[in-house]
């Protein structure tokens, strides 16, 4: 049986998601979600038991949004994503919890106590840079609650190792470990301890999908509600190719200094032509375009003035030159409000880690 | 490679734990041990650096002793054998930390939760009653700190699978939840959260050397002091085989009715031979006597009255029906007042239960 595996950065095969794997194509049907460019865009492109988790919400039923990020590299335009979605939901009124995923980090990817701390500081102050408010239920894995641990701790006795294996592939003791207490990251807020049963969403990039198969089988099997949850595309790298920390060129990292970003953008991928003749005559292609990608997952809110630019771009009316340079200038300017008041953030995020994280190697 | 099942009921080979295994022979170098017959009678047969955690305690260090039980099945004469040791050393002024391994009872044994809790009651009230203080640290798996909690899981980044299946044989979740957790019951109080770093000595039947060589490799990998243990022999069943739960005419459970476990000492195996005639010829063989085995483990503290019956077993001078009479009339004497005990300390165990356990499933 194929598995997907979490814990690698491979490219995702879209196919597979919604054939072999059951992920079921987003369609929108409710009014409302045309609110949010992600669902009207096909960012977010596919679901499981979406429309049950909003219909609750909807009839007025207690519900609420999941999702965790490991803190594992720079925060990036990618989690800029992620919490533009919380930050949607929160100002339905849903409340949040926001996992950060530090015993993944620490026993997957094996990354040392102080470099995740640094981490998880940046991944706060920027998350409640982009509207998070802190009031959310925010938390390390590593300093939870006892039912979370405990819970963690039995959802073991309800699989069988080779149940495990068919999920996630070839297994680690940190990722055993890791996998439980996700589902526990996932399941707990059910438990009477928290809010008790109730339909939770939780809205990841696919690659994180074999937590999701765990955490729905597993609630089946101890009589809780099976989670729904929301898959986001991945924005691709600045060069066209994957996504990846350990190749800045490929991201924008939003807590790198603007003339780096900067220079980032002027050097990213588009869909231009060989010469400015050949693109005046055939247009560009937006769909290739990297920077039509920043555009239309982050900078241009507007439905209108995007479908303006991909007709014009299309049409060979503006060239990459151009379209780069107001890009540019819209990072610029995000870019540096954003970094202002991160920087007012960070005292908080400094609290939240002095107070939350402890280490003894 | 070969393994030992710390969850199987396997018996023992006990030339395998030495050689293979790397468990040293007790040897008594300090008159102090002389005072406690487990050690003098040789049942405490093995250990690993023992004297060096001894030494610390003889020279005014802080040590400290931890043991655990699964709660699993009747408190027997075996568990009391266990709180025996505890009792001695607490008795030392030596600080005792006693863990319940409940998860391991639900996760590896699939013990359904509320016989968990009648089982921690029963464990808790008979441990009490045979002299272990209320005010040790006494705690189960499932309620216990996050730095408890954060250390199983950290631990499990220190191993490979490899290395834990080399340990324990086969996998499940379950065991591997369970063997980090049982690491972390060895290790956590050396965290600064408790005691810092110090010599801990874990009393355990041989059985359980596999926790005690995954704790030692990881105390090594993130800098603590390596727990040493000793190893106590296991008490054969009634019948001259395997003791088990599941077989009620192999053990003496101290719940027990009076008249049902006189029955079980009458039935027992003894070392006799065919007739009278030929016992009173050839002797006796206490060796092979499950009654000569409860007298010297549990009830006979005077080793010179020890050795006199053994002496008449051997000569012919005793016969096994005396000698089962007598013991009789012992249990009963001690079995009832020990019922008594038991009883008053019953609502202790139970507020315990109350207060610490709580399974969601």
Redesign the interface.
């Known amino acids: 049986m194929e598995t997907l595996d979490p814990w690698s950065s491979q490219i995702i095969d879209y196919e597979k998601l919604f054939k072999g794997f059951g992920i079921e194509t987003m369609k929108i049907r409710d009014e409302k979600l045309k609110e949010n460019k992600l669902f009207t865009r096909g960012i977010i492109f596919g679901h499981r038991d979406f429309y049950k988790w909003w219909n609750d919400f909807r009839n007025g039923k207690r519900v609420s949004i999941l999702t965790g990020m490991m803190p594992s590299g720079p925060f990036h335009l990618g989690h800029k994503m992620v919490i533009d979605q919380l930050v949607w939901y929160q100002n339905l009124g849903i409340s949040i919890t926001f996992a950060i995923a530090d015993?993944e980090a620490?026993?997957?990817r094996?990354i040392d106590a102080d470099k995740v701390k640094e981490t998880v500081k940046s991944y706060l102050a920027n998350a409640f840079a982009l509207g998070l408010k802190p009031s959310q239920d925010i938390y390390v894995?590593?300093?939870?609650s006892?039912?979370y641990?405990?819970?963690?701790?039995?959802l073991?006795?309800k699989?069988?190792?080779a149940e495990?294996e068919a999920i996630y592939g070839n297994?680690?003791?940190?990722k055993?470990?890791?996998a439980?207490?996700q589902a526990s990251d996932i399941l707990h807020k059910q438990?009477?301890d928290y809010f008790g049963k109730h339909k939770i969403l939780v809205p990841v990039g696919p690659d994180q999908d074999p937590h999701i198969r765990l955490s729905r089988d597993l609630a089946d099997r101890?009589?809780f509600i099976k989670p729904s949850a929301t898959y986001h595309g991945f924005a691709r790298g600045l060069d066209g190719g994957k996504m990846s920390s350990s190749k800045p060129t490929s991201y924008i990292g939003l807590d790198e200094p603007i003339d780096v970003v900067k220079r980032k953008v002027a050097n990213a991928l588009t869909g231009g032509r060989n010469t400015l003749e050949e693109q005046k005559k055939l247009g560009g292609q937006p769909e290739k375009c990297i920077i039509f990608e920043l555009y239309k997952y982050h900078f241009e809110d507007d439905d209108a003035k995007l479908s303006e630019r991909e007709r014009m771009c299309r049409a060979g009316e503006i060239m990459c030159g151009e379209c780069k340079k107001q890009l540019i200038e819209k990072i610029t300017k995000w870019l540096e409000k954003h970094q202002h008041k991160k920087d007012k953030e960070m005292a908080r995020a400094e609290k939240f880690v002095e107070e939350n994280i402890?280490?003894?190697?």
């Open positions: 015993i620490r026993t997957v094996k894995q590593s300093n939870r006892n039912p641990y405990r819970l963690a701790d039995l073991s006795s699989m069988t190792f495990v297994m680690t003791p940190g055993m470990i890791s439980f207490t438990l009477p101890i009589g402890d280490y003894p190697f």
